[in-house]
């Protein structure tokens, strides 16, 4: 049974300091996706990646977050300086695009509190 | 970028049918129509996808009018698990487009 999988599950940190995020995609899936979910905002796309080229990021705050795909098998989301209004779940979702829509595969989600 | 709407929440019984209706007055000509369950502490997970008409699968019925302006997720007999939020999704996978999630409506089954 494929599976995203996401690491750390949780993470406890000061603010100032940095975080790095990992997702791996399911095997063959081209296109991933990030996201953030909050009480408030609810579930938020940060970026997309296709191909691992950065489709859209205009949902992530530039100054701090970056979004990067190294290779097809991991993508990681950063945050540096990370601040206490980033505590949220993160998540991670692939999908394969082929002809028509697509469904995407969230993976658990990583659970981000900053203090 | 097509914006969706749905209820904030709904109350339902064990064994009744459920129906979530999501309003995309502005979906473009090659958005497709997705709804995603998620249970807490879990991430989305897909139901069923739709373009036109009607979709069945073995879970949930998606019911698109011929405007396409709206959608109804009907969940048949629903049971105490079924308790979750669900959201609507209206998107394409062309390079530029957004995928936009909607608010989520929070289904509660009572027993």
């Known amino acids: 049974d494929a599976r995203v999988t996401q690491t750390p599950r949780h993470k406890v940190t000061e603010m100032g300091q940095e975080v790095t995020m990992r997702c791996q995609p399911i095997l063959g899936h081209n296109t991933v996706f990030w996201y953030r979910q909050t009480m408030m905002q609810g579930l938020e796309l940060l970026a997309y990646f296709r191909n691992r080229a950065p489709l859209d990021d205009s949902g992530m705050p530039k100054d701090r977050f970056s979004a990067e795909m190294p290779d097809a098998t991991l993508a990681t989301l950063k945050i540096q300086p990370s601040e206490p209004r980033d505590s949220a779940v993160y998540f991670c979702a692939s999908a394969w695009e082929g002809t028509g829509s697509y469904e995407q595969y969230f993976g658990p989600g990583t659970r981000l509190t900053v203090t | 970028l097509a914006k969706t709407t749905q209820p904030i929440s709904m109350d339902s019984y064990e064994g009744q049918e459920v129906n979530i209706t999501c309003s995309h007055n502005n979906i473009a000509t090659n958005d497709y129509i997705t709804w995603y369950q998620q249970f807490p502490s879990q991430g989305p997970r897909f139901i069923i996808q739709?373009?036109?008409t009607k979709v069945t699968n073995e879970v949930a019925s998606l019911f698109i009018p011929a405007d396409r302006k709206s959608s109804t997720l009907s969940l048949p007999r629903v049971s105490l698990s079924d308790t979750a939020v669900y959201y609507c999704l209206v998107g394409f996978k062309a390079a530029g487009n957004k995928l936009t999630f909607g608010g989520g409506t929070r289904v509660l089954v009572k027993p």
């Open positions: 739709g373009y036109k």
